[in-house]
């Protein structure tokens, strides 16, 4: 028997146990761990509340759990509960789909003052992540700026754009929709330091700006290239463009009304400086030019007034005591997802914060097909492992609360059944409300 222990209930960790399984059929058992008593990762805590279709695809994950030869063990806190190399002790295979939730920094002076959040910590909030149901942003001023051109900062912006209204069918927490209900926001500006050209948002996501009830975006049409130079364009990012052209034509902001959001691009702006005493009241920008794609600063500096601040730039994997970790990439040092002899990662935690959730599903299989090679080889000895067994002793003896998929089925149950009208659920936001909703 082949024991795999699998850190990490989101995508990626569903995915690598599906290709487990398929691999090794009845031969081999598979934990996954979870620091949550709830499973799915950035499926229930980073896709958008709006997003439900997306978040659909935990049916599929479901399937997976609910096999024989798979668990689901969350409620446990890899480093803290139960170490690495304890795990190694136990499975064949340790593999961690840790994912990236930490909020890459932005580095500059005045990222401290209050308002200032990064997108694990703002997304995390109006998705009920227990670590920032507390974050409470101060949605009174006037303008926000949102950094970083990419799929995240169009969920923010997004996010405080809509009405109550809007998020009907959403799982959107409660805190969240209240105090988004009272945003006295009337300007949102999504910031990119290089051009229209190069902006990470996809078409379907981007699109979605032009369809608000209450926000029109807007930008620049002197910051487009000529309309020729698309064509040399990957056929989304082409498509993205378009929606920018239809977004700097003069009708796009002609119906303004006193209630009426402004989304604002800013194309060629670097951030410089976030300034204030206590709270954040502008950002500093520098003017950029692109050189080879690349951009570089002009020297010119321009003040924008904003109470908030979010910065979308990406993420990186939360480093583990012991574990060979890549600072620069902020992810698990590895070698095509090999960490040392029979530590392996996948998913964001290996090749850092891009693609799209299906793209975890080819690499689940990538690492299944290195552990079967280091199987093969015989890497993992003749020794039998205890694998989940072995766990439990452990669990049970440091008096550890597991929480099973059985467990979580009548976490999801408690969800929907206080969820309001129209909506999925009510996300508990709290893990001892989530333990308290067993009884
Ligand atoms: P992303 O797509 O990598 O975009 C990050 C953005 O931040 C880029 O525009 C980047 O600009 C900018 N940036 C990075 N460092 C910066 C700095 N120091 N100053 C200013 N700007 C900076 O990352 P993401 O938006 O966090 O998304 C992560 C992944 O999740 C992506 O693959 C995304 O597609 C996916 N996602 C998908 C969906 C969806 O499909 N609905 C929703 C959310 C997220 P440069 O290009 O100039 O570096």
Redesign the pocket.
Known sequence: MLHIAIIGSGPAGYYTAEAAQKQWGDSVRIDIFDRLPVPYGLIRTG??PD?QS?KGVARRYETTALSDNVRFVGNVTIGRDVTIAELQELYDAVILATGAPRD?P?DLPGEGLANIYG?AAFVGWYNGHPEFAELDPDLSVDTAVV???????L?VARILSKTRTEFAGSDIVAHALDLLDTSRLRKIIIL???GPH???M?PK?LGELGDLDRARPHVDSADLPEPADDALLEPGIRKSVGHLRRFAEPSGGAFFGAHDIEIDFRFFA??HALIGTDRVEAIEVERTTLVDGR?VGTGKIERIPAGLVVS????RTEPIAGVPFDERGGRFANTDGRIVHGLYCVGWARRG????IGTNRPDGFGVIEKVAEDKAAGAFGENAREGGGGFDRLAAARGLEVVTFGDWKRIEQAETDRARTGAPREKFVDVAEMIRALG
Do not use: W
């Open positions: 896709v958008a997003h997306i890459r932005l997108s950094i970083g051109m990419g799929n995240v900062a969920d990119g330091r290089r190069q902006i990470m996809t996501e670097a951030p951009p979308c730039i990406g993420y914060p891009s693609g799209t």
